[in-house]
């Protein structure tokens, strides 16, 4: 059985999703609605909380993830968001459902959530690298056993 995810930060990236679950999926532009994008203060990486109906987050729709794959994104996900089931817009403005990872509402109140707009060309430019060395060590925390059939 496959899933779908709606990514709309790092994970778009496909150096991060190859770390992560060691490909780079079919994926589709679009745009979720119902929903806005924060900068996380002192992080590189965004959030989505729920907002008006005006408001909208652009991204991608990761399609035919596997159930292991969507496990890996909730433990990589786990501490700051939750996972919400979503309807993004396509560019050919149909909907599919998606899962999403949402920031949770305990974190909320801790003024964490900044404007403007988390950047996804300045995170691939100023912070890749950095970000990249932090999943691996993730992955081998975690997943120790998907590292050692890697070599």
Request: charged share 25%; proline share 6%; hydrophobic share 35%.
């Amino acid at each position: 059985m496959s899933g779908t995810a709606f990514v709309y930060g790092t994970l778009m990236a496909p150096e991060v999703l190859k770390l992560l679950i060691k490909r780079v999926p079919e994926s589709r532009a679009a745009t979720l609605k119902g929903y806005a994008r924060y900068r996380v203060k002192g992080q590189v990486f965004p959030a989505i909380i729920p907002s008006t109906s005006e408001s909208k987050v652009k991204g991608m729709v990761l399609m035919e993830l596997s159930r292991s794959e969507l496990h890996i994104l909730d433990v990589y996900e786990s501490e700051e968001y939750y996972r919400a089931t979503v309807e993004p817009e396509l560019e050919d403005g149909s909907t599919t459902p998606a899962d999403v990872y949402v920031w949770k509402d305990e974190h909320k109140g801790q003024l964490l959530l900044q404007q403007p707009d988390w950047d996804y060309s300045q995170f691939m430019q100023q912070h890749l690298p950095a970000y990249l060395d932090m999943t691996q060590g993730f992955m081998q925390e975690c997943f120790p056993q998907q590292q050692q059939q890697q070599q």
